[in-house]
């Protein structure tokens, strides 16, 4: 990416309008703001101190973990995310990971934008359907939620089709195979995608991408049968979980796009359809699949972007509304801290400064399940663990902060109160508060 005079900056030759940048530059403060809030406040989950982990002891060719209780290659085939590790070395903390995924999804909006140029669309429509993605609750979730190796899939998947709509063979297959090391059911869709293309369009890379699919399938077999392991998948089933739901997904996915993914036409359309059904067969597994800020969504998320590019070379009038539904979307069908009524976490620092102190102490320390938030701060420290279920006093609590007097309170505006807190959330009387961890 270079910057040319004038304001505007380029990707392979093309020039966007500066606001996208100016955009992204802004989602990915407000986000990387938000989620710093959320480590603060001990409330993220397992999955970003399994991550931080397993890169700290990458540095000793291990990719253990003790929240998984075994190398986390065994459960999941992401060898590129082993490419992310030096940086991890260099600044060990949750911070880089938080940063790692914002920037994953911000920089993911260029390449869709350069993408849309490539095609034809004029600027100021890519530019608007860009900041579209960056609006979706899907894209927002990816960065709020816990790290996950899916948030790389927007970023990839516009790489790829930007590389094969220039017909650049080398560079295609080389973002394939990172799309490939991924996540293991990310090798069905390059598959599906790769036959497709053969079918449809150059039978050579097609070809090409079904046989890379079809290799590092056998690759993860074989490496998972030499060690007497399975991937942690969830489970399918046939009859459909919660369609309703997906129903819901589908529309809000499309919704920031100005449902501009269905001009692509039905035949099109149906090249969606493994997308879906993996999220609409997918049993209820840890939370509700179809929810729509969740990792699974981000295969979803990429091709309903890249379609949606096709639906504006159609009809170019339609980006007119995409930000003001984007603005709707993130509003009021958000599942971030966002949404309309919601209010930042407030940050119990005592309980913070403990979490920091388990992650600097030199000896072997167990933490029980249900204290997953000090877990992703302590967890850059390899001696610390995550106990396999939560302690006897486990206390849920609520999921946002719906007070506004009091956030505002925290920040020494208006009234002082007196707040109790559970996981950074004010509760009213009664309310039992969290044992606090030894």
């Given at each position: 990416m270079t910057f040319r005079k004038g304001g505007g900056f380029s990707w392979g030759g093309r020039v966007a309008h500066p606001l996208l940048l100016y955009a992204a530059i802004l989602f990915g403060v407000v986000y990387f703001a938000l989620d710093l809030n959320r480590l603060y406040a001990l409330r993220y989950g397992a999955d970003l101190g399994t991550y931080l982990q397993t890169f700290?002891?990458?540095?000793?060719?291990?990719?253990?973990?003790?929240?998984?209780?075994?190398?986390?290659?065994?459960?999941?085939?992401?060898w590129?995310?082993?490419?992310?590790?030096?940086?991890?070395?260099?600044?060990?903390?949750?911070?880089?990971?938080?940063?790692?995924?914002?920037?994953?999804?911000?920089?993911?909006?260029?390449?869709?934008?350069?993408?849309a140029r490539e095609l034809g669309v004029e600027r100021r429509a890519a530019t608007l359907l860009a900041i579209a993605f960056l609006l979706t609750p899907s894209a927002q979730g990816l960065v709020y939620d816990n790290f996950s190796e899916n948030v790389f899939v927007p970023l990839l998947a516009f790489s790829g089709a930007l590389f094969a709509r220039r017909q650049a063979i080398v560079p295609t297959l080389v973002i394939a195979q990172l799309l490939l090391g991924l996540k293991e059911d990310e090798l069905l869709f390059v598959a599906w995608f790769g036959v497709a293309?053969?079918?449809?369009?150059?039978?050579?890379?097609?070809?090409?991408?079904?046989?890379?699919?079809?290799?590092?399938a056998a690759g993860f077999a074989i490496f998972e049968a030499a060690h007497h392991v399975r991937p942690h998948d969830p489970?399918?089933?046939?009859?459909?979980?919660?369609?309703?739901?997906?129903?819901?997904?589908?529309?809000?996915?499309?919704?920031?796009?100005?449902?501009?993914?269905?001009?692509?036409?039905?035949?099109?359309?149906?090249?969606?359809?493994?997308?879906?059904?993996?999220?609409?067969?997918?049993?209820?597994?840890?939370?509700?699949?179809?929810?729509?800020?969740?990792?699974?969504?981000?295969?979803?998320?990429?091709?309903?972007?890249i379609a949606a590019v096709f639906g504006v070379a159609r009809r170019a009038g339609v980006v007119r509304w995409m930000v003001p539904l984007g603005?709707?979307?993130?509003?009021?069908?958000?599942?971030?801290v966002l949404h309309v009524g919601r209010w930042p976490y407030i940050v119990d620092w005592s309980a913070y400064a403990r979490a920091l102190t388990i992650r600097e102490e030199p000896r072997t320390r167990l933490i029980p399940r249900d204290q997953e938030g000090v877990w992703a701060v302590a967890a850059v420290n390899p001696r610390v663990r995550l106990a396999l279920r939560a302690g006897p006093h486990a206390v849920f609590c609520p999921a946002y902060d719906r007070s506004a007097?009091?956030?505002?309170?925290?920040?020494?505006?208006?009234?002082?109160?007196?707040?109790?807190?559970?996981?950074?959330?004010?509760?009213?009387?009664?309310?039992?508060t969290p044992v606090p961890y030894p």
């Open positions: 700290v002891n990458l540095q000793h060719g291990s990719s253990w973990n003790y929240a998984e209780w075994r190398p986390h290659f065994q459960v999941h085939d992401c590129t995310l082993a490419l992310l590790a030096p940086l991890v070395w260099l600044f060990p903390s949750a911070e880089m990971l938080l940063m790692i995924q914002v920037a994953a999804i911000a920089c993911a909006a260029l390449v869709l934008a350069a993408f293309c053969a079918f449809l369009w150059e039978r050579r890379l097609g070809v090409a991408l079904v046989l890379l699919a079809v290799i590092n489970g399918y089933v046939l009859v459909p979980h919660d369609p309703l739901g997906v129903l819901w997904l589908l529309i809000f996915v499309t919704l920031p796009f100005a449902f501009a993914p269905l001009a692509v036409g039905w035949r099109a359309l149906l090249l969606g359809v493994p997308l879906v059904a993996e999220i609409l067969f997918m049993a209820p597994w840890t939370y509700e699949a179809s929810r729509i800020g969740s990792h699974y969504t981000a295969p979803l998320l990429a091709a309903s972007a603005i709707i979307a993130t509003l009021f069908f958000n599942d971030t007097t009091d956030f505002f309170s925290s920040l020494g505006i208006g009234a002082r109160r007196t707040l109790r807190l559970c996981g950074g959330v004010p509760v009213a009387a009664g309310v039992p």
